[in-house]
Protein backbone atom coordinates (compact mmCIF):
# COMPACT_ATOMS: atom_id res chain seq x y z
CA UNK A 1 0.00 0.00 0.00
CA UNK A 2 1.52 3.44 -0.53
CA UNK A 3 2.08 5.95 2.15
CA UNK A 4 0.33 8.76 2.08
CA UNK A 5 2.10 12.45 0.72
CA UNK A 6 2.16 15.45 2.56
CA UNK A 7 0.32 18.66 1.55
CA UNK A 8 3.64 20.25 1.99
CA UNK A 9 5.72 17.88 -0.17
CA UNK A 10 2.78 18.79 -3.01
CA UNK A 11 3.13 22.60 -2.45
CA UNK A 12 6.73 22.12 -2.81
CA UNK A 13 6.61 20.19 -5.67
CA UNK A 14 4.00 21.83 -7.93
CA UNK A 15 3.44 25.57 -6.94
CA UNK A 16 5.57 28.46 -7.67
CA UNK A 17 5.22 31.98 -6.90
CA UNK A 18 5.02 34.26 -9.89
CA UNK A 19 4.63 37.56 -10.91
CA UNK A 20 2.21 40.04 -9.80
CA UNK A 21 -0.19 41.97 -11.17
CA UNK A 22 -0.11 45.11 -13.39
CA UNK A 23 -0.26 47.99 -11.37
CA UNK A 24 -1.29 51.40 -11.83
CA UNK A 25 -0.71 54.32 -9.19
CA UNK A 26 -3.10 57.17 -9.33
CA UNK A 27 -1.70 60.35 -8.57
CA UNK A 28 -3.89 62.94 -6.08
CA UNK A 29 -4.23 66.50 -7.02
CA UNK A 30 -0.90 67.95 -6.09
CA UNK A 31 -2.97 70.74 -4.05
CA UNK A 32 -4.50 68.31 -2.23
CA UNK A 33 -1.86 66.13 -1.21
CA UNK A 34 -1.04 64.51 2.11
CA UNK A 35 1.36 66.33 4.31
CA UNK A 36 4.20 64.05 4.07
CA UNK A 37 6.34 66.45 6.42
CA UNK A 38 4.40 66.14 9.37
CA UNK A 39 5.46 61.49 9.34
CA UNK A 40 9.18 61.06 9.24
CA UNK A 41 8.51 57.08 8.17
CA UNK A 42 5.64 57.45 6.04
CA UNK A 43 7.65 55.54 2.66
CA UNK A 44 7.66 58.46 -0.36
CA UNK A 45 8.05 57.24 -3.82
CA UNK A 46 7.20 53.26 -4.73
CA UNK A 47 6.68 51.22 -2.31
CA UNK A 48 5.08 47.78 -0.37
CA UNK A 49 2.95 47.37 2.14
CA UNK A 50 2.62 44.58 4.59
CA UNK A 51 0.88 42.17 1.49
CA UNK A 52 2.90 43.44 -1.24
CA UNK A 53 0.55 46.08 -2.98
CA UNK A 54 2.76 48.93 -3.83
CA UNK A 55 1.76 52.12 -3.37
CA UNK A 56 3.15 55.61 -4.87
CA UNK A 57 3.06 58.82 -2.56
CA UNK A 58 4.63 62.06 -3.98
CA UNK A 59 8.11 63.02 -1.96
CA UNK A 60 6.66 66.79 -2.27
CA UNK A 61 4.01 67.48 -0.08
CA UNK A 62 0.55 69.15 -0.45
CA UNK A 63 -1.59 72.30 0.85
CA UNK A 64 -4.78 72.00 2.12
CA UNK A 65 -7.44 73.18 4.60
CA UNK A 66 -9.61 76.26 4.06
CA UNK A 67 -7.06 78.75 2.61
CA UNK A 68 -5.16 76.24 0.72
CA UNK A 69 -2.00 76.60 2.19
CA UNK A 70 -1.99 75.26 5.81
CA UNK A 71 -0.19 71.94 5.95
CA UNK A 72 -2.66 68.45 6.44
CA UNK A 73 -2.82 64.44 5.74
CA UNK A 74 -6.36 64.84 4.74
CA UNK A 75 -8.11 65.12 0.95
CA UNK A 76 -9.36 67.99 0.79
CA UNK A 77 -12.69 68.99 -0.31
CA UNK A 78 -14.21 65.63 0.19
CA UNK A 79 -16.95 65.84 2.82
CA UNK A 80 -16.16 69.65 3.47
CA UNK A 81 -18.92 70.86 1.55
CA UNK A 82 -21.58 68.47 3.04
CA UNK A 83 -23.66 65.44 2.32
CA UNK A 84 -23.90 64.41 -1.41
CA UNK A 85 -20.60 66.32 -2.97
CA UNK A 86 -18.07 64.06 -4.37
CA UNK A 87 -14.99 64.33 -6.04
CA UNK A 88 -13.76 62.67 -9.18
CA UNK A 89 -9.94 61.45 -9.78
CA UNK A 90 -9.95 60.79 -13.57
CA UNK A 91 -7.87 57.59 -15.13
CA UNK A 92 -8.21 55.98 -17.89
CA UNK A 93 -6.81 51.98 -17.15
CA UNK A 94 -7.90 49.12 -19.29
CA UNK A 95 -9.47 45.94 -17.70
CA UNK A 96 -9.16 46.62 -13.79
CA UNK A 97 -9.74 44.16 -11.15
CA UNK A 98 -8.89 45.56 -8.00
CA UNK A 99 -8.50 48.70 -6.28
CA UNK A 100 -6.24 49.53 -3.27
CA UNK A 101 -6.14 52.58 -1.31
CA UNK A 102 -4.26 53.88 1.89
CA UNK A 103 -7.25 55.74 3.71
CA UNK A 104 -8.39 56.85 7.17
CA UNK A 105 -11.70 58.61 8.26
CA UNK A 106 -11.85 61.79 10.55
CA UNK A 107 -14.39 62.24 12.85
CA UNK A 108 -17.88 59.78 12.54
CA UNK A 109 -18.25 56.93 15.10
CA UNK A 110 -17.37 53.69 14.27
CA UNK A 111 -20.22 51.72 12.19
CA UNK A 112 -21.63 54.55 10.46
CA UNK A 113 -21.24 55.37 6.85
CA UNK A 114 -19.47 58.29 6.18
CA UNK A 115 -19.01 57.81 1.96
CA UNK A 116 -19.24 55.75 -0.88
CA UNK A 117 -16.87 55.07 -3.59
CA UNK A 118 -17.67 54.43 -7.21
CA UNK A 119 -15.75 52.97 -10.08
CA UNK A 120 -17.04 54.08 -13.36
CA UNK A 121 -15.87 53.40 -16.76
CA UNK A 122 -16.90 52.21 -20.60
CA UNK A 123 -19.41 50.37 -21.54
CA UNK A 124 -21.63 51.42 -18.88
CA UNK A 125 -19.27 49.60 -16.38
CA UNK A 126 -20.04 50.51 -12.45
CA UNK A 127 -19.65 49.11 -9.18
CA UNK A 128 -20.35 51.03 -6.01
CA UNK A 129 -18.74 50.55 -2.49
CA UNK A 130 -19.27 51.54 1.07
CA UNK A 131 -17.07 53.59 2.97
CA UNK A 132 -18.01 52.66 7.14
CA UNK A 133 -15.74 54.06 9.88
CA UNK A 134 -14.47 51.83 12.58
CA UNK A 135 -12.32 51.69 15.26
CA UNK A 136 -11.42 54.94 16.58
CA UNK A 137 -7.28 55.57 16.42
CA UNK A 138 -6.40 59.00 17.02
CA UNK A 139 -3.17 60.56 16.11
CA UNK A 140 -1.48 63.62 15.18
CA UNK A 141 -4.04 66.22 13.34
CA UNK A 142 -6.91 64.67 13.86
CA UNK A 143 -6.78 65.18 17.63
CA UNK A 144 -9.28 62.83 19.46
CA UNK A 145 -10.89 61.72 16.58
CA UNK A 146 -9.22 59.58 13.35
CA UNK A 147 -11.01 56.45 12.52
CA UNK A 148 -10.26 53.53 10.59
CA UNK A 149 -12.05 52.53 7.46
CA UNK A 150 -12.73 48.55 7.97
CA UNK A 151 -16.32 47.94 8.36
CA UNK A 152 -18.28 46.84 5.79
CA UNK A 153 -15.36 46.45 3.18
CA UNK A 154 -14.51 42.79 2.35
CA UNK A 155 -10.42 42.60 2.26
CA UNK A 156 -9.25 45.18 4.47
CA UNK A 157 -5.87 45.03 6.32
CA UNK A 158 -4.57 47.82 8.73
CA UNK A 159 -0.77 48.20 7.70
CA UNK A 160 1.61 51.02 7.86
CA UNK A 161 2.19 51.87 11.96
CA UNK A 162 4.16 55.15 10.99
CA UNK A 163 6.10 57.75 13.10
CA UNK A 164 5.78 61.19 13.22
CA UNK A 165 8.91 63.45 13.11
CA UNK A 166 8.11 65.11 16.70
CA UNK A 167 6.64 62.82 19.02
CA UNK A 168 6.02 65.20 21.34
CA UNK A 169 4.01 67.41 18.48
CA UNK A 170 1.98 64.25 17.56
CA UNK A 171 0.25 63.37 20.79
CA UNK A 172 -3.20 64.25 19.72
CA UNK A 173 -5.69 66.31 21.92
CA UNK A 174 -5.32 65.80 25.22
CA UNK A 175 -1.73 64.14 24.46
CA UNK A 176 -3.98 61.24 24.73
CA UNK A 177 -1.41 59.68 21.93
CA UNK A 178 -2.83 56.65 19.53
CA UNK A 179 -5.83 54.73 20.60
CA UNK A 180 -5.04 51.43 18.71
CA UNK A 181 -0.92 51.34 19.35
CA UNK A 182 -1.15 52.93 22.59
CA UNK A 183 1.71 54.73 22.13
CA UNK A 184 1.99 59.01 21.48
CA UNK A 185 3.45 59.61 17.67
CA UNK A 186 2.32 56.63 15.73
CA UNK A 187 -0.12 56.97 12.61
CA UNK A 188 -2.07 53.67 11.47
CA UNK A 189 -3.08 53.83 7.40
CA UNK A 190 -5.85 51.18 6.91
CA UNK A 191 -5.53 49.79 3.38
CA UNK A 192 -8.60 49.33 1.39
CA UNK A 193 -9.14 46.65 -1.16
CA UNK A 194 -12.34 46.54 -3.41
CA UNK A 195 -12.21 43.85 -5.59
CA UNK A 196 -14.16 44.77 -9.15
CA UNK A 197 -13.98 41.43 -10.55
CA UNK A 198 -15.67 41.19 -14.36
CA UNK A 199 -16.92 44.50 -14.06
CA UNK A 200 -14.10 45.90 -16.64
CA UNK A 201 -13.46 42.75 -18.60
CA UNK A 202 -12.79 44.70 -21.70
CA UNK A 203 -13.76 47.79 -20.60
CA UNK A 204 -11.25 50.82 -19.33
CA UNK A 205 -12.09 52.44 -16.01
CA UNK A 206 -12.19 56.51 -16.43
CA UNK A 207 -13.61 57.72 -12.93
CA UNK A 208 -12.97 56.76 -9.23
CA UNK A 209 -15.98 58.49 -7.52
CA UNK A 210 -15.45 59.59 -3.66
CA UNK A 211 -19.35 60.98 -2.71
CA UNK A 212 -19.84 62.27 0.71
CA UNK A 213 -23.33 60.59 2.76
CA UNK A 214 -21.78 62.30 6.60
CA UNK A 215 -21.35 66.09 6.85
CA UNK A 216 -18.19 66.66 6.94
CA UNK A 217 -16.52 62.99 7.93
CA UNK A 218 -13.63 63.70 5.65
CA UNK A 219 -11.43 60.75 4.82
CA UNK A 220 -7.49 60.67 5.41
CA UNK A 221 -6.58 59.56 1.30
CA UNK A 222 -2.83 58.83 1.39
CA UNK A 223 -2.79 56.58 -1.96
CA UNK A 224 -4.89 54.63 -4.59
CA UNK A 225 -3.67 51.59 -6.30
CA UNK A 226 -5.37 49.90 -9.29
CA UNK A 227 -4.36 46.56 -10.66
CA UNK A 228 -5.16 45.17 -13.91
CA UNK A 229 -5.24 42.41 -16.10
CA UNK A 230 -4.54 42.67 -19.82
CA UNK A 231 -5.36 40.25 -22.43
CA UNK A 232 -3.50 36.82 -21.47
CA UNK A 233 -0.20 35.72 -22.98
CA UNK A 234 1.25 32.50 -22.60
CA UNK A 235 5.40 33.07 -22.94
CA UNK A 236 6.34 29.01 -22.06
CA UNK A 237 5.18 26.30 -20.99
CA UNK A 238 7.03 22.91 -19.20
CA UNK A 239 6.28 20.07 -17.09
CA UNK A 240 6.18 20.59 -13.15
CA UNK A 241 9.76 22.21 -12.62
CA UNK A 242 10.27 20.00 -9.71
CA UNK A 243 9.63 16.90 -11.58
CA UNK A 244 12.75 17.52 -14.57
CA UNK A 245 10.78 20.51 -15.75
CA UNK A 246 10.31 18.94 -19.26
CA UNK A 247 9.37 20.34 -22.63
CA UNK A 248 7.20 17.70 -23.29
CA UNK A 249 3.97 16.12 -21.20
CA UNK A 250 1.68 13.44 -21.53
CA UNK A 251 -2.40 12.59 -20.45
CA UNK A 252 -2.52 13.52 -16.69
CA UNK A 253 0.27 15.01 -16.06
CA UNK A 254 1.24 18.42 -14.47
CA UNK A 255 1.95 21.01 -16.59
CA UNK A 256 3.45 24.56 -15.60
CA UNK A 257 2.07 27.78 -18.37
CA UNK A 258 4.18 31.15 -17.46
CA UNK A 259 3.22 34.35 -19.60
CA UNK A 260 1.61 37.95 -18.53
CA UNK A 261 -2.22 38.29 -17.84
CA UNK A 262 -2.57 35.02 -17.02
CA UNK A 263 -5.38 35.73 -13.98
CA UNK A 264 -6.52 38.22 -12.12
CA UNK A 265 -5.02 36.87 -8.37
CA UNK A 266 -3.45 33.95 -6.81
CA UNK A 267 -5.55 30.92 -5.85
CA UNK A 268 -4.70 27.55 -5.55
CA UNK A 269 -7.17 24.98 -5.42
CA UNK A 270 -8.53 23.41 -2.56
CA UNK A 271 -11.38 21.41 -1.15
CA UNK A 272 -14.24 23.88 -1.51
CA UNK A 273 -13.11 23.56 -5.64
CA UNK A 274 -13.72 20.09 -6.54
CA UNK A 275 -17.17 18.59 -7.74
CA UNK A 276 -17.74 15.16 -6.56
CA UNK A 277 -14.28 14.23 -6.19
CA UNK A 278 -13.51 16.23 -9.65
CA UNK A 279 -11.05 19.00 -9.95
CA UNK A 280 -11.74 22.24 -11.40
CA UNK A 281 -11.37 23.55 -14.75
CA UNK A 282 -11.88 27.15 -13.91
CA UNK A 283 -10.23 29.21 -10.97
CA UNK A 284 -11.25 32.91 -10.26
CA UNK A 285 -11.87 33.08 -14.32
CA UNK A 286 -8.80 31.65 -15.47
CA UNK A 287 -9.32 28.25 -17.88
CA UNK A 288 -7.13 26.55 -19.79
CA UNK A 289 -7.79 24.42 -22.94
CA UNK A 290 -5.15 21.41 -24.31
CA UNK A 291 -5.86 20.46 -28.07
CA UNK A 292 -9.69 21.64 -27.30
CA UNK A 293 -9.94 19.42 -24.03
CA UNK A 294 -10.57 21.31 -20.72
CA UNK A 295 -7.77 21.09 -18.06
CA UNK A 296 -7.80 21.19 -14.79
CA UNK A 297 -6.86 24.51 -12.97
CA UNK A 298 -4.44 23.85 -9.25
CA UNK A 299 -2.75 27.15 -9.69
CA UNK A 300 -3.32 30.42 -10.61
CA UNK A 301 -1.29 33.30 -10.65
CA UNK A 302 -1.00 36.09 -13.34
CA UNK A 303 2.57 35.13 -14.17
CA UNK A 304 2.04 31.40 -13.75
CA UNK A 305 -0.91 28.68 -14.24
CA UNK A 306 -0.44 25.53 -12.94
CA UNK A 307 -2.60 22.37 -15.00
CA UNK A 308 -3.53 18.46 -15.00
CA UNK A 309 -3.36 17.36 -18.55
CA UNK A 310 -6.64 15.75 -18.93
CA UNK A 311 -6.75 12.37 -19.89
CA UNK A 312 -8.25 12.68 -23.48
CA UNK A 313 -5.93 14.95 -25.07
CA UNK A 314 -5.05 12.96 -28.24
CA UNK A 315 -0.76 12.49 -28.33
CA UNK A 316 1.35 14.96 -30.79
CA UNK A 317 1.69 18.76 -31.37
CA UNK A 318 -1.59 20.24 -29.42
CA UNK A 319 -1.93 23.89 -28.90
CA UNK A 320 -2.88 25.19 -25.57
CA UNK A 321 -4.99 28.13 -24.87
CA UNK A 322 -5.65 29.97 -21.65
CA UNK A 323 -8.72 32.45 -21.40
CA UNK A 324 -9.59 35.12 -18.44
CA UNK A 325 -12.29 37.73 -17.72
CA UNK A 326 -10.23 39.88 -20.53
CA UNK A 327 -10.01 37.34 -22.93
CA UNK A 328 -8.18 34.64 -24.82
CA UNK A 329 -4.48 34.06 -25.15
CA UNK A 330 -2.65 33.18 -28.76
CA UNK A 331 -2.45 29.44 -28.67
CA UNK A 332 0.69 27.31 -27.88
CA UNK A 333 2.21 24.54 -29.42
CA UNK A 334 3.37 21.59 -27.36
CA UNK A 335 3.82 17.78 -27.99
CA UNK A 336 1.81 15.52 -26.12
CA UNK A 337 3.34 11.69 -25.52
CA UNK A 338 1.61 8.68 -24.12
CA UNK A 339 3.75 8.96 -21.61
CA UNK A 340 6.78 11.48 -20.69
CA UNK A 341 7.88 10.14 -16.84
CA UNK A 342 9.55 12.68 -14.78
CA UNK A 343 10.55 11.75 -10.92
CA UNK A 344 10.45 14.55 -8.49
CA UNK A 345 13.95 16.38 -7.67
CA UNK A 346 13.72 19.73 -6.24
CA UNK A 347 16.62 22.09 -6.55
CA UNK A 348 16.69 21.91 -3.17
CA UNK A 349 18.18 18.42 -3.83
CA UNK A 350 21.53 19.44 -5.98
CA UNK A 351 24.13 19.69 -3.93
CA UNK A 352 27.59 20.56 -4.96
CA UNK A 353 26.41 19.85 -8.81
CA UNK A 354 24.75 16.62 -8.19
CA UNK A 355 21.30 16.42 -8.63
CA UNK A 356 20.00 13.50 -5.95
CA UNK A 357 16.45 12.18 -6.27
CA UNK A 358 13.48 13.15 -3.25
CA UNK A 359 13.83 9.75 -1.72
CA UNK A 360 12.15 9.22 1.57
CA UNK A 361 13.52 6.76 4.12
CA UNK A 362 11.78 4.11 6.48
CA UNK A 363 12.59 6.10 9.13
CA UNK A 364 11.27 9.71 7.26
CA UNK A 365 14.65 10.51 6.84
CA UNK A 366 15.69 12.17 3.03
CA UNK A 367 18.07 9.64 1.59
CA UNK A 368 20.78 12.94 0.93
CA UNK A 369 24.88 12.42 2.02
CA UNK A 370 25.28 12.29 5.60
CA UNK A 371 26.99 15.87 5.73
CA UNK A 372 23.49 17.46 4.23
CA UNK A 373 21.95 17.94 7.95
CA UNK A 374 20.54 15.69 10.90
CA UNK A 375 17.23 14.50 9.04
CA UNK A 376 19.11 13.09 5.63
CA UNK A 377 21.43 10.15 5.63
CA UNK A 378 22.44 7.79 2.60
CA UNK A 379 20.29 4.62 1.91
CA UNK A 380 21.49 1.31 2.59
CA UNK A 381 20.98 -1.74 0.67
CA UNK A 382 17.71 -3.32 1.54
CA UNK A 383 16.38 0.19 2.49
CA UNK A 384 13.17 0.74 1.09
CA UNK A 385 12.76 4.44 -0.84
CA UNK A 386 9.34 6.28 -1.18
CA UNK A 387 9.80 8.40 -4.97
CA UNK A 388 7.16 10.57 -6.47
CA UNK A 389 6.88 10.88 -10.08
CA UNK A 390 4.34 12.41 -12.89
CA UNK A 391 3.75 11.67 -16.71
CA UNK A 392 4.02 7.54 -16.07
CA UNK A 393 0.80 6.92 -17.70
CA UNK A 394 -2.50 4.71 -16.92
CA UNK A 395 -2.94 2.80 -13.82
CA UNK A 396 -5.65 -0.35 -13.06
CA UNK A 397 -8.58 0.54 -13.05
CA UNK A 398 -8.56 2.98 -14.86
CA UNK A 399 -8.63 6.45 -13.05
CA UNK A 400 -8.79 9.53 -15.29
CA UNK A 401 -6.57 12.67 -14.55
CA UNK A 402 -8.34 15.36 -12.74
CA UNK A 403 -10.44 12.73 -10.41
CA UNK A 404 -9.19 12.30 -6.45
CA UNK A 405 -7.90 8.86 -6.48
CA UNK A 406 -10.21 6.55 -4.36
CA UNK A 407 -9.23 3.59 -4.50
CA UNK A 408 -5.78 0.95 -4.98
CA UNK A 409 -4.01 0.62 -8.40
CA UNK A 410 -0.94 -0.39 -9.68
CA UNK A 411 0.69 1.07 -13.21
CA UNK A 412 -0.59 -0.46 -15.96
CA UNK A 413 3.17 0.08 -17.77
CA UNK A 414 6.15 -1.67 -16.82
CA UNK A 415 8.37 0.17 -14.86
CA UNK A 416 11.96 -0.48 -14.05
CA UNK A 417 14.48 1.31 -12.09
CA UNK A 418 17.96 1.12 -11.55
CA UNK A 419 20.67 2.37 -9.14
CA UNK A 420 23.97 2.00 -9.03
CA UNK A 421 23.79 0.23 -12.41
CA UNK A 422 21.54 -3.31 -10.61
CA UNK A 423 18.18 -3.35 -11.31
CA UNK A 424 15.80 -2.37 -8.10
CA UNK A 425 12.88 -4.11 -7.40
CA UNK A 426 10.33 -2.68 -6.55
CA UNK A 427 6.78 -2.78 -3.67
CA UNK A 428 4.36 -0.79 -5.37
CA UNK A 429 4.13 1.76 -8.20
CA UNK A 430 0.45 3.73 -8.90
CA UNK A 431 -1.20 6.98 -7.90
CA UNK A 432 -1.31 8.14 -4.63
CA UNK A 433 -4.74 7.98 -3.23
CA UNK A 434 -6.98 11.14 -2.10
CA UNK A 435 -4.79 13.44 -4.90
CA UNK A 436 -4.58 13.23 -8.84
CA UNK A 437 -2.12 12.88 -11.40
CA UNK A 438 0.63 12.03 -8.71
CA UNK A 439 2.49 8.58 -8.26
CA UNK A 440 4.26 7.06 -5.56
CA UNK A 441 6.96 4.40 -5.87
CA UNK A 442 8.29 2.41 -3.48
CA UNK A 443 11.56 0.85 -4.54
CA UNK A 444 14.36 -1.69 -2.80
CA UNK A 445 17.60 -0.01 -2.79
CA UNK A 446 19.75 -2.71 -4.54
CA UNK A 447 23.36 -4.01 -3.31
CA UNK A 448 24.62 -0.96 -4.77
CA UNK A 449 28.41 0.50 -4.11
CA UNK A 450 28.06 3.16 -1.53
CA UNK A 451 28.57 6.64 -3.17
CA UNK A 452 26.86 8.41 -5.81
CA UNK A 453 24.82 6.32 -7.26
CA UNK A 454 23.16 7.16 -10.77
CA UNK A 455 19.72 6.34 -11.05
CA UNK A 456 17.94 5.73 -14.17
CA UNK A 457 14.38 4.79 -14.69
CA UNK A 458 11.85 2.98 -17.70
CA UNK A 459 8.18 2.92 -18.54
CA UNK A 460 6.67 1.37 -20.86
CA UNK A 461 9.99 1.27 -22.52
CA UNK A 462 10.33 4.99 -22.24
CA UNK A 463 13.45 5.87 -20.66
CA UNK A 464 13.44 8.96 -18.01
CA UNK A 465 15.69 12.15 -19.49
CA UNK A 466 16.36 13.02 -15.89
CA UNK A 467 20.24 12.98 -14.58
CA UNK A 468 19.88 11.59 -10.98
CA UNK A 469 21.72 10.05 -8.45
CA UNK A 470 21.28 8.44 -5.00
CA UNK A 471 23.34 8.87 -2.15
CA UNK A 472 24.28 5.31 -0.81
CA UNK A 473 25.82 4.00 1.99
CA UNK A 474 26.86 0.99 3.58
Excluded at 141 to 162: R, Y
Amino acid sequence: MPRSLTPLIVLAALVKLAAAANYTYVPIPATDNIQTALISTIPTGIFTTSNAIPFSIPDTPGKCGPSAAAPCNYYDGFGVSGSGQSVTLKVSIVGATDIYTLMNAYSPPPGVQLATITFAGTGGASVTFPLVAGQDIRDYHQGPFANTLSNGIAGVDAVNVLTCVDPTNCLGSGATGNVQTGRPGTYVADEQHFSLGSTFAGQTLTQIILTDTHDGAVPILLGVTVASQGIPAIGGVVSASDYGKLPDTAPGSQIEIYGSNLARDTHGWGAADFTNGIGPISLDGTSVTIGGKSAFVDYINPGQVNVVVPSDVPTGAQEITLKTDQGTSAAYSIMVNALEPGLLAPLSYKIDGTQYVFAVLPDGDHALPSSTGPTSRPARPGDILVLYGIGFGPVLPDIPAGQLVEQTNMLASILEISIGGMPASLQFAGLIQNLTGLYQFNVVVPNAAAGNAPLTFTVGGVAGTQTLYLAVGN
